[in-house]
């Protein structure tokens, strides 16, 4: 589904991934690990189709994702319906005067009727417990509301693959837990998830696959997750514990 | 328990829409970004003159191509700029020819009904004194850091109130860019197909940025204070003039010198 060959990305004057290659199967669960600073969040973007390489090549599906493909207005938007990314920052994700047209902003675009509308946007928030907050102004939320708040407007679109750039950010234990149990119901069904993170705990069991990039922005190692998390000496090297 | 709808594949396939306005916008941000993340190019050179001579001498000359109104003149000035120029290396000469170019070119379409109506020897001559003007001012920017520039306006007795305004929004400027496009980002990837109301959601960032812009805004002045800033921009020590700074100086006097041989049109 996914292919990454020999990827290069550079940001200001400094590579910030360096030589990836990477192939994620359709749903698979997969986990980016690495240090503050080793390229996961731009890597996030590149599978998202916000920034592009500078050098090799990303696949998805078979077609290239380029800036030049993503120039085709229909496959750049069927691309973006397939591939929700959830940003790091919930802030920068949130522009509607209030939750409820956030959450529907996407869907009414699908040309889908507006009951149906109203129901993924009703389902999408009660599934994340804000059911009562449709009609609150965005930007007056606490962090962990706006998170959640994004990932609705993400899951409204019914992606075939979602991308979390650390999820778990701004969560209380109890939603982090909720998000866990959130992630394998929607793996479950077939979606792919790709995640980076680097809060190990509350991520078990959710993954098969763990890439973990290193300070130098390569991949340093992929392999079974519950291998990978359980090398603490090699994820001490990579300063990642 | 996931909705019915959230358990089956998407088969939507998008209708024909026009977004062409927001993937320009955010292709323009980024270039600006990137320009602002760029590392400024240091040379050797920049530590031969002093920072406020460099400073007083390109806002002599700025000053010096704006009131003359001989021709002469100002190919004078222009030919001695570029003798300054061609000392630069070749990277900073073309930054500087692009900071001067969209300028003159805005000046010459204003200019246009005029060239039209009365000829082109005087708008040509106007387009001169903008490069002029514009490249001496981009050169001291790219040859000297804010903070030697800062503290030869301070000795220039600039008002500290109006650097402490500038210093935030240059710092303020790239920052507010990056929320901006992250925003517009968002916007561009839950555009997932025919959008009737493109300007509401152009406004909800435009809206959401303001907000923003204030909170960040009152970070960025606290993380300043948090970091010992009062508010006061000191004066760097006593001037140390050289070599250079006395060949910068006599330049500027023969060109003030040469204004008068050249008074007026001829």
Same mark, same amino acid.
């Given at each position: 589904?996914?292919?990454?060959?020999?990827?290069?990305?550079?940001?200001?004057?400094?590579?910030?991934?360096?030589?990836?290659?990477?192939?994620?199967?359709?749903?698979?669960?997969?986990?980016?690990?690495?240090?503050?600073?080793?390229?996961?969040?731009?890597?996030?973007?590149?599978?998202?189709?916000?920034?592009?390489?500078?050098?090799?090549?990303?696949?998805?599906?078979?077609?290239?994702?380029?800036?030049?493909?993503?120039?085709?207005?229909?496959?750049?938007?069927?691309?973006?319906?397939?591939?929700?990314?959830?940003?790091q920052a919930s802030d920068?994700?949130?522009?509607?005067?209030?939750?409820?047209?956030?959450?529907?902003?996407?869907?009414?675009?699908?040309?889908?009727?507006?009951?149906?509308?109203?129901?993924?946007?009703?389902?999408?928030?009660?599934?994340?417990?804000?059911?009562?907050?449709?009609?609150?102004?965005?930007?007056?939320?606490?962090?962990?509301?706006?998170?959640?708040?994004?990932?609705?407007?993400?899951?409204?679109?019914?992606?075939?693959?979602?991308?979390?750039?650390?999820?778990?950010?701004?969560?209380?234990?109890?939603?982090?837990?909720?998000?866990?149990?959130?992630?394998?119901?929607?793996?479950?069904?077939?979606?792919?998830?790709?995640?980076?993170?680097?809060?190990?705990?509350?991520?078990?069991?959710?993954?098969?696959?763990?890439?973990?990039?290193?300070?130098?922005?390569?991949?340093?190692?992929?392999?079974?997750?519950?291998?990978?998390?359980?090398?603490?000496?090699?994820?001490?090297?990579?300063?990642?514990? | 328990?996931?909705?019915?709808?959230?358990?089956?594949?998407?088969?939507?396939?998008?209708?024909?829409?026009?977004?062409?306005?927001?993937?320009?916008?955010?292709?323009?941000?980024?270039?600006?970004?990137?320009?602002?993340?760029?590392?400024?190019?240091?040379?050797?050179?920049?530590?031969?003159?002093?920072?406020?001579?460099?400073?007083?001498?390109?806002?002599?000359?700025?000053?010096?191509?704006?009131?003359?109104?001989?021709?002469?003149?100002?190919?004078?000035?222009?030919?001695?700029?570029?003798?300054?120029?061609?000392?630069?290396?070749?990277?900073?000469? +073309? =930054?500087? $020819?692009? @900071? *001067?170019?969209?300028?003159?070119? /805005? !000046?010459?379409?204003?200019?246009? %009904?005029?060239? #039209?109506?009365?000829?082109?020897v005087r708008p040509v001559?106007?387009?001169?004194?903008?490069?002029?003007?514009?490249?001496?001012?981009?050169?001291?920017?790219?040859?000297?850091?804010?903070?030697?520039?800062?503290?030869?306006?301070?000795?220039?007795?600039?008002?500290?109130?109006?650097?402490?305004?500038?210093?935030?929004?240059?710092?303020?400027?790239?920052?507010?860019?990056?929320?901006?496009?992250?925003?517009?980002?968002?916007?561009?990837?839950?555009?997932?197909?025919r959008n009737r109301n493109?300007?509401?959601?152009?406004?909800?960032?435009?809206?959401?940025?303001?907000?923003?812009?204030?909170?960040? +805004? =009152?970070? $960025?002045? @606290? *993380?300043?204070?948090?970091?010992? /800033? !009062?508010?006061?921009?000191?004066? %760097?020590?006593? #001037?140390?003039?050289?070599?250079?700074?006395?060949?910068?100086?006599?330049?500027?006097?023969?060109?003030?010198?040469?204004?008068?041989?050249?008074?007026?049109?001829?």
């Open positions: 589904m996914i292919r990454l060959q020999d990827v290069c990305c550079t940001y200001g004057d400094g590579d910030v991934l360096s030589h990836l290659d990477l192939e994620i199967h359709t749903g698979a669960a997969v986990a980016f690990i690495g240090p503050n600073g080793c390229g996961k969040s731009t890597l996030m973007k590149l599978l998202a189709g916000v920034l592009f390489a500078r050098v090799g090549c990303y696949h998805f599906d078979g077609e290239p994702i380029t800036a030049r493909r993503l120039e085709d207005q229909a496959f750049a938007k069927r691309f973006h319906q397939r591939v929700g990314l959830l940003f920068a994700q949130l522009f509607c005067p209030s939750v409820g047209e956030e959450v529907a902003f996407g869907p009414r675009q699908m040309a889908l009727s507006e009951e149906e509308v109203r129901r993924r946007t009703d389902d999408s928030l009660r599934l994340l417990g804000m059911g009562t907050l449709g009609d609150r102004v965005p930007y007056h939320l606490s962090g962990g509301e706006k998170r959640r708040v994004a990932l609705a407007s993400v899951l409204a679109l019914n992606p075939d693959v979602l991308l979390l750039d650390e999820p778990m950010n701004g969560l209380d234990p109890r939603m982090k837990e909720f998000l866990r149990r959130l992630l394998l119901d929607l793996n479950g069904t077939g979606k792919t998830i790709i995640c980076s993170t680097h809060d190990l705990r509350y991520v078990d069991g959710v993954f098969d696959t763990a890439v973990v990039l290193s300070e130098d922005h390569r991949i340093a190692r992929i392999g079974p997750y519950g291998e990978v998390v359980a090398d603490e000496a090699f994820l001490r090297e990579m300063n990642v514990v | 328990m996931l909705p019915s709808w959230l358990q089956r594949a998407e088969t939507y396939w998008p209708a024909r829409d026009r977004d062409g306005f927001l993937d320009r916008t955010i292709r323009a941000l980024l270039h600006v970004l990137a320009l602002g993340r760029r590392r400024p190019l240091r040379c050797r050179h920049d530590r031969l003159s002093d920072p406020t001579c460099r400073l007083v001498c390109a806002l002599g000359f700025v000053l010096l191509v704006s009131v003359a109104r001989s021709p002469s003149f100002v190919a004078v000035a222009g030919a001695a700029f570029l003798v300054v120029l061609a000392l630069q290396p070749a990277s900073r000469i +073309a =930054e500087t $020819l692009r @900071a *001067a170019g969209p300028t003159a070119a /805005f !000046t010459a379409v204003i200019l246009l %009904p005029y060239a #039209l109506s009365a000829g082109p001559f106007l387009v001169l004194k903008v490069i002029l003007s514009t490249g001496a001012v981009a050169l001291v920017g790219s040859t000297t850091e804010w903070a030697s520039l800062s503290g030869a306006a301070r000795r220039l007795r600039v008002p500290a109130l109006f650097l402490t305004v500038l210093d935030v929004f240059i710092r303020f400027v790239a920052l507010l860019g990056e929320v901006a496009l992250e925003m517009l980002q968002a916007v561009r990837l839950r555009s997932v197909g493109k300007s509401a959601a152009l406004g909800g960032v435009a809206g959401s940025l303001y907000l923003r812009s204030r909170e960040l +805004a =009152e970070e $960025l002045h @606290a *993380a300043m204070v948090c970091r010992g /800033f !009062t508010g006061e921009y000191h004066s %760097p020590g006593p #001037l140390a003039l050289g070599r250079h700074d006395a060949i910068l100086g006599a330049g500027l006097a023969a060109l003030a010198i040469a204004l008068f041989v050249w008074p007026s049109v001829p």
